[in-house]
């Protein structure tokens, strides 16, 4: 699936991003709800005074699925399989979210790691 120079990049990726997971989360979460304001649909009402809390929580489950996705890449379908179906068939999220938040995702770490701009283009 990915040649050994992508898995290199991809894991030095994200040693930048690792252990900061709830920081990046809710940055990739406001982006997303800033940009797609339609993606808010799919989460539960934020409670005011605690939306922050809330989204940090979010963000740092997405960001640490990414996780296991990283230390799984030799088989990523086994180790994300729970999730998609929990996304595909519980929660319903149209696939092409999916997409729209890797692009923030991505965004975000250009925007915090500059030298890894043309880097995450590529991966796009």
Not at 18 to 38: D, K, M, N
């Amino acid at each position: 699936m990915f040649s050994a120079e992508e898995r290199s990049h991809i894991v030095q990726i994200w040693n930048y991003l690792s252990g900061h997971e709830a920081i990046f989360g809710t940055e990739l979460l406001q982006r997303l709800f800033t940009v797609y304001p339609s993606t808010k649909s799919y989460f539960p009402p934020l409670i005011p005074g605690l939306e922050l809390t809330q989204m940090q929580n979010h963000g740092e489950q997405i960001l640490m699925a990414v996780g296991v996705a990283v230390d799984n890449m030799y088989d990523l379908r086994t180790a994300l399989s729970g999730l998609a179906d929990l996304h595909a068939y519980s929660l319903r999220v149209e696939p092409t979210n999916f997409h729209v938040s890797l692009g923030a995702l991505l965004s975000i770490h250009s925007f915090f790691f500059p030298i890894f701009s043309l880097l995450t283009q590529t991966l796009s």
